[in-house]
């Protein structure tokens, strides 16, 4: 029973998991392993979009202190300390606590030697922050760069606008990984179309596969082994 299941009926049922599988993960020798990539390819694309949109969510309220700052309707901080020479010391609203990704690190502008906090000498990029966390960049405040008021304004949105054609990129990246790893579970799982067809065979001949182990059980082995082979509308011929 073992060798006509491991030679028979155990060939036919990888060959239509192979047949179901639409994913761009081939099913190699181990089942666990293919899933194991499927999913870690989602979760590395999940981890991307998620970073990504939490930055833009904490910049969205950055944009929302600039607007403040251009009409002089700022929600005064009830403590502000840390020094900051920017025109526009964005953590001198209130509302800057809500920008979590947006941390008061302070940062010495290359030409003036003056200190501000990193967002509010521009560095308001997932990049720009990346690279903060590793290095203290050699650049310019925005006073120095010839940037103030509603320009410094305009410069966020077009980084917004940038921050939004990335996370839109990103999500339909995660969707194509997520409907990758359906579609894999599916031919894992036993759930494809050719898979059905074959259990439908077997069934017409009297043999049930076992619903807890995926195998036949009893003299279901014998049951197919004595039905001829032309008698089943199953074919494998056109793969």
């Known amino acids: 029973m073992g060798v006509a299941h491991r030679y028979g009926f155990k060939f036919l049922l990888d060959l239509a998991m192979d047949i179901d599988n639409k994913s761009n993960t081939k099913i190699d020798k181990s089942k666990k392993k293919a899933m194991r990539n499927a999913k870690g390819d989602m979760n590395v694309k999940e981890k991307e979009y998620n970073g990504v949109k939490q930055h833009l969510d904490s910049f969205e309220v950055v944009l929302q202190v600039m607007s403040r700052f251009k009409t002089s309707t700022i929600i005064p901080a009830q403590s502000h300390r840390s020094p900051c020479s920017a025109e526009w010391c964005l953590f001198r609203d209130n509302e800057m606590k809500k920008a979590g990704v947006f941390k008061s690190t302070p940062l010495r502008c290359a030409t003036c030697s003056e200190v501000s906090h990193a967002v509010c000498s521009g560095l308001w990029s997932e990049d720009d922050w990346e690279l903060l966390s590793q290095v203290e960049p050699d650049m310019d405040c925005l006073r120095c760069c010839g940037r103030k008021g509603a320009m410094i304004e ?86």
Request: proline share 0%; hydrophobic share 35%.
């Open 154 to 239: 305009e410069d966020a949105r077009k980084v917004e606008r940038e921050m939004r054609e990335k996370l839109e990129e990103l999500k339909r990246e995660l969707e194509v990984a997520q409907e990758n790893y359906r579609m894999l579970m599916t031919a894992v799982n036993g759930e494809g179309e050719k898979r059905e067809e074959l259990e439908k065979a077997w069934g017409d001949c009297g043999a049930d596969m076992s619903a807890w182990q995926q195998n036949f059980t009893g003299n279901h082995h014998e049951v197919v082994a004595r039905r001829s082979c032309q008698s089943l509308h199953f074919s494998f011929s056109a793969y």
